[in-house]
């Protein structure tokens, strides 16, 4: 039975965290370039306020006894939830939408400059 197998660069925790900075960051461009973004006040206050709380509970994994998880689970969650929203402060911070893509037109392919027949 053939299974799924994983490079190993992609197992790290290095690898993970920058993972969900850029799902940040992308998010936020592909909302701004569909005009879908709305209120980046808001936007920004909420993702601070998660920031700030995926610290906390990655300081104190324990407190309040919300999860029956290891600690280094915990901890690894907290730290996927400030990277994911350092990337969406990052992405409104810098406040550039990627270009709208358009479809260009494709031209058909060249006939050879030989004739087979």
């Known amino acids: 039975m053939a299974g799924h197998f994983v ?59 919300i999860y029956d998880r290891p600690t280094e689970q915990i901890r690894m969650l907290a730290a996927r939830r400030m990277a994911y929203s350092a990337g969406i402060l990052r992405g409104l911070w810098d406040g550039e939408p990627l270009e709208k893509q358009t479809a260009a037109p494709v031209a058909p392919p060249s006939s050879p400059s030989g004739s087979f027949s």
């Open 7 to 65: 490079a190993e660069g992609r197992l790290s925790r290095r690898f993970f965290v920058r993972r969900n900075y850029r799902e940040g960051v992308s998010t936020i461009q592909r909302l701004a370039a569909l005009d879908q973004l709305g209120d980046r006040k808001a936007v920004a206050k909420y993702h601070l306020r998660e920031l700030l709380m995926a610290f906390a509970r990655y300081l104190l994994p324990h407190y309040a006894h």
